[in-house]
Nanobody
Framework: QVQLVESGGGLVQAGGSLRLSCAAS????????MGWYRQAPGKEREVVAV???????YYADSVKGRFTISRDNAKNTLYLQMNSLKPEDTAMYYC???????????????WGQGTQVTVSS
């Protein structure tokens, strides 16, 4: 079992920054990939960024150049640095973990409970 707990969400003005954290516990050593998803009201959950244990990353086109994903394996913590935030980034952000890949939702084996990010215009 793996437990994921997100933190760092909040209300920020457009152009501002936030850093999300995801603390992982349990059998995290088996989770080869971790990532962030988001879901806005009335929309499907979508992948935002993914990182594997080797450090390779994937970003959705909508966040490239603005968001940076990183992980601290020693602390079992995943981060998402979000800069130049836009109102359209407003969503619930979820941490995800999987043994193979989490670029697609079918590969996600564990989800966090989510943290709300709201960007005002």
């Amino acid at each position: 079992q793996v437990q994921l707990v997100e933190s760092g969400g909040g209300l920020v003005q457009a152009g501002g920054s936030l850093r999300l954290s995801c603390a992982a516990s349990g059998s995290i050593f088996s989770m080869r990939t971790m990532g962030w998803y988001r879901q806005a009201p009335g929309k499907e959950r979508e992948v935002v960024a993914v990182i594997n244990i080797g450090g390779s990353t994937y970003y959705a086109d909508s966040v490239k150049g603005r968001f940076t994903i990183s992980r601290d394996n020693a602390k079992n913590t995943l981060y998402l640095q979000m800069n130049s935030l836009k109102p359209e980034d407003t969503a619930m952000y979820y941490c995800a973990a999987g043994r193979v890949t989490v670029v697609v939702a079918t590969g996600v084996e564990y989800w966090g409970q989510g943290t709300q990010v709201t960007v005002s215009s």
